[in-house]
């Protein structure tokens, strides 16, 4: 259970489908975040076409943002009929710790629960302790490890899933 002054620190956040508008903000943090999956410009651009695998991308902005509100963090995960793979998230360095990548990971569930999805599942590098608890705190468990998955440096991934009860 949070302490009083945990929940002080949570941010109201409003979570949206990404937009092409997006891309350049998308693209912003994701440079800023050494744990995060670099993808190329051409990657980030193949997410709104029209003959692209089926992908869901999200952001996290201010909820009473007036004009153009930053985003403050964004998930990718590609989504077939049952399994869902998470991609990518990231969360600006001043966001975290303040519930925008649970928000996020909870709006993800959300929709894959809504489209029939039955598993959501993951890697992450062994060493990233913040997101493996920030998985773990939304019900991700350990699945298997992938020997040597990343490299720059070289580390192991593990293999996070959570089942979802579809309703």
Known sequence: MPNSS????????????????DLTSIRAL????????????????????PDAPAR??????????SGVAPIHGFVIARCTLDDWEIENVVVARAQRQLGVGTNLIQHLLSRAREEGAT??????????????????????SEQGRRKKYY?????????????????
């Open 6 to 21: 945990q929940r002080r620190n949570i941010k109201a956040v409003l979570i949206r489908p990404a937009t092409h508008d």
């Open 30 to 49: 994701e440079q800023q975040a050494e744990s995060a999956a670099h993808w190329s410009e051409r990657e980030y651009g193949a997410l709104f076409a």
């Open 56 to 65: 869901i991308a999200l952001v996290a902005q201010d909820e009473a943002g």
């Open 119 to 140: 598993s959501v599942l993951l890697e992450v590098r062994e060493s990233n302790l913040a997101a493996r608890r920030l998985y773990g705190n939304v019900g991700f």
């Open 151 to 167: 490299s720059e440096p070289t580390e192991d991934a593990i293999v996070l899933q959570i089942f979802i009860a579809v309703s």
